[in-house]
């Protein structure tokens, strides 16, 4: 697999990922997968649901080679959540 590249800048890729979930995406995963994350495809809303950004976005790769990738978890308003003073490792709820 060769080095991909993004296609928008950081802030119009923002713009279609939060665009494209609240759209197509929020309304299909809201109820049944809180607290999964969501990787899905800014340019054609394709998606993939797991437990970590890794693993949804390593299956919306597999299918979706070429897919400009935006992280959400679903139900809330970051994909990482850090809190202050907790080492690194434990801090982060993925």
């Known amino acids: 697999m060769g080095v991909r590249k993004p296609k928008y800048s950081k802030e119009e890729h923002a713009r279609r990922g939060r665009e494209t979930y609240e759209k197509m995406i929020r309304s299909q995963v809201e109820a049944t997968q809180g607290g999964r994350v969501v990787a899905l495809d800014v340019d054609t809303g ?24 935006w992280c959400v978890r679903v139900g809330y308003a970051a994909v990482h959540h850090f809190v202050a003073g907790a080492p690194l490792a434990r801090a982060m709820h993925v």
């Open 46 to 69: 394709a998606f993939e649901v797991a437990a970590n950004p890794l693993a949804a976005s390593e299956r919306l790769l597999t299918l979706y080679p070429e897919a400009q990738v």
